[in-house]
């Protein structure tokens, strides 16, 4: 398939998506629900910085797992409980290194428009009282969370009432949903296109810029469905979220290439 002629089409994603999910609706389930318990479980280990950094290791190890078995299900077969759970820690450094390398790119360009930001509406001295209390009172002290409040509160009403700083605002905040929908298929190009980090990247952004319009209104659409999700009573999201991954994944066959060009599938 040609990737610069595809076209999306959002109603044949949503068909193949939740047709996709209805192969293993309860496999799908209950490794989100496993993974997701894992990743809260070793983040709050007392040990500092380890639990962190196991729970970003299985949340990296679910997003491989979920999208390996979403494709199995969009190939029209029914994925086993042991498609998700296998490791593959290729796939897991693809998936981890094309994230890392996006989040360099946007971290300098992000700071940078805060800092304008503030600056325009004169609010550094805002942080002076923080920093003071900071100095002299134990981190679990409630008064640093009522100084952040009341700093919080203050910050907000000066820059909305500064004409420059809400310029930035609005354009930070649309430059990072234009970025967001041009990288809404980071996880399966880096997982079965086989592109190193910055080449992944920018494949996202060539093919989803011809179409940006369509990819936006699919995750609105997807928006929609977790919100459903979290409105019932939340358990709901276990089950919008895989549903959604895997009409995201139909809109990356459409787009891109329905190959598994890394062998992801490999080893079943």
Do not use: K
């Not at 192969?23 to 983040?43: D, H, K, M, Y």
């Amino acid at each position: 398939m040609s990737s610069e002629r595809a076209q999306l089409s959002i109603g044949t994603a949503l068909q193949d998506g939740w047709t996709a999910f209805r192969r293993a609706p309860w496999i799908f389930v209950g490794f989100v629900l496993l993974s997701g318990v894992l990743s809260q479980l070793l983040a709050v280990l007392p040990l500092p910085g380890v639990g962190s950094l196991l729970s970003a290791v299985v949340n990296l190890w679910g997003a491989v797992g979920l999208i390996r078995g979403s494709w199995i299900a969009l190939n029209g077969e029914a994925p086993s409980f042991q498609d998700f759970l296998q490791v593959n820690w290729a796939a897991i450094w693809r998936l981890f290194s094309s994230q890392i390398l996006l989040t360099l790119l946007l971290v300098p360009i992000v700071f940078g428009l805060m800092f304008a930001s503030l600056t325009a509406a004169d609010a550094w001295g805002l942080f002076t009282p923080i920093a003071n209390l900071a100095l002299t009172v134990d981190p679990t002290d409630p008064r640093l969370t009522e100084a952040f409040g009341d700093v919080s509160q203050h910050l907000l009403q000066q820059v909305v009432t500064n004409p420059f700083a809400v310029v930035i605002v609005v354009v930070t905040a649309l430059g990072g949903l234009y970025l967001q929908v041009n990288q809404s298929f980071l996880g399966f190009i880096a997982l079965l296109d086989g592109r190193g980090p910055l080449a992944t990247i920018r494949h996202g952004w060539v093919v989803v810029q011809s179409q940006w319009w369509q990819v936006f209104g699919l995750l609105v659409l997807e928006a929609l469905i977790l919100l459903l999700g979290v409105l019932a009573c939340v358990v709901g999201l276990v089950a919008a979220a895989p549903v959604c991954l895997c009409i995201t994944g139909a809109a990356y066959r459409q787009l891109f290439n329905d190959d598994d060009q890394t062998g992801l599938l490999n080893e079943r």
